[in-house]
């Protein structure tokens, strides 16, 4: 399949690779999605820090390691085996920090509304085969996301722009998490920036923001970013993948760190 053939949008480009079974990779101004044989095997968004940062920021891989790992098998796309065959990282701890790497820039990714996304045929991500996710599952838990960010704060350009404290307003006693993120908020740093600044995954740091906004701590600026993820449209009555029971356990694990 060729870019002139996908649709207007990233989400109904995805169903039409996914029931052709496309492998490459779908690219907008947001995000890129990369898939094999229809299922999603990885997402990269600007938007949200990349598992280089997040292993080696939080310390599970030392920085030397990673940069070894790219280096020896980055060219053959094999560089999550090589973590793993090598020792620097265990394959359960990969697949669930790849997980939450995929979910949280899919979240980004999937609101692209510029450009008509393209399609590369046979394009590959240099991780390599970690575990591939039913487009219908990765739409489904953005869609979970976003509804859950909605509930807490209503305003989802936090998610992009740049974020202000409040001035004068009364922290008062706020978990340990939370005073972490609200001391990162320097008018200049977007949710992206503070996330990777701690080694964090985004959507945890979204909803940690999006409490700060309700508890009236946290603003954006007005120096957008860019267009905050698009509203998904309702699914009527979803089908069950097989791994879906496995994906539900994954993510309430990856909400618990």
């Given at each position: 399949?060729?870019?002139?053939?996908?649709?207007?949008?990233?989400?109904?480009?995805?169903?039409?690779?996914?029931?052709?079974?496309?492998?490459?990779?779908?690219?907008?101004?947001?995000?890129?999605?990369?898939?094999?044989?229809?299922?999603?095997?990885?997402?990269?968004?600007?938007?949200?820090?990349?598992?280089?940062v997040l292993l080696t920021g939080s310390g599970v891989v030392d920085a030397l390691g990673w940069h070894e790992a790219l280096e020896e098998a980055g060219a053959d796309r094999r560089v999550g085996r090589q973590l793993v065959d090598s020792g620097r990282l265990a394959a359960g701890a990969l697949e669930l920090c790849h997980l939450g790497a995929l979910f949280d820039a899919a979240?980004?990714?999937?609101?692209?509304?510029?450009?008509?996304?393209?399609?590369?045929?046979?394009?590959?991500?240099?991780?390599?085969?970690?575990?591939?996710?039913?487009?219908?599952?990765?739409?489904?838990?953005?869609?979970?996301?976003?509804?859950?960010?909605?509930?807490?704060?209503?305003?989802?350009?936090?998610?992009?722009?740049?974020?202000?404290?409040?001035?004068?307003?009364?922290?008062?006693?706020?978990?340990?998490r939370r005073r972490r993120i609200l001391a990162q908020v320097?008018?200049?740093?977007?949710?992206?920036?503070?996330?990777?600044?701690?080694?964090?995954?985004?959507?945890p740091t979204l909803v940690e923001l999006r409490r700060l906004a309700a508890d009236g701590l946290v603003t954006a600026t007005s120096r957008a970013t860019g267009p905050a993820p698009a509203g998904l449209p309702p699914q009527a009555a979803p089908q069950q993948e097989p791994d879906t029971a496995l994906l539900r356990r994954l993510?309430?694990?990856?909400?618990?760190?």
């Open positions: 399949m060729t870019s002139t053939h996908l649709a207007a949008t990233v989400l109904d480009s995805l169903a039409l690779l996914a029931a052709d079974r496309a492998t490459g990779a779908l690219s907008s101004e947001r995000g890129t999605f990369f898939l094999s044989a229809g299922g999603v095997t990885h997402v990269d968004s600007p938007l949200s820090p990349d598992l280089g979240y980004f990714a999937l609101g692209a509304v510029g450009r008509p996304p393209r399609f590369r045929p046979g394009a590959a991500h240099w991780l390599g085969a970690v575990r591939s996710v039913a487009v219908d599952t990765v739409v489904r838990e953005s869609r979970r996301r976003r509804d859950r960010l909605q509930l807490i704060w209503p305003e989802p350009d936090l998610d992009s722009a740049p974020l202000v404290r409040v001035p004068d307003a009364a922290t008062g006693a706020l978990p340990v320097d008018g200049v740093r977007t949710a992206a920036e503070i996330a990777a600044t701690l080694a964090c995954r985004t959507y993510r309430d694990a990856l909400e618990a760190l």
